[in-house]
């Protein structure tokens, strides 16, 4: 029994390294302006703990920068003939 706690205890250090190596990664995609990569990060860490509220944050975060993003484009594609 102590064995099967020791395991487990270990699978669990081991998820939240994994979870903390992937938002790190994500962060640094984020902090380049390379947010589908982030959100492809932080989105495998939420696999593995999904309720975590910061990653959730950031994952929401970078989407909405692509969504700015979008949007600029659009406006300055829509400016164009008036230049």
Request: positive net charge; proline residues 2%; charged residues 30%.
């Amino acid at each position: 029994m102590f064995r099967r706690l020791l395991h487990t205890k270990q699978m669990e250090e081991d998820a939240k390294t994994k979870v903390e190596n992937l938002k790190a990664k994500g962060n640094e995609h984020f902090k380049r302006g390379e947010y589908r990569e982030a959100i492809n990060c932080y989105t495998s860490a939420l696999e593995i703990d999904p309720k975590n509220a910061v990653l959730l944050s950031n994952r929401a975060f970078a989407n909405f920068k692509i969504v700015r993003l979008i949007i600029l484009y659009n406006r300055l594609e829509n400016s164009l003939p008036y230049l």
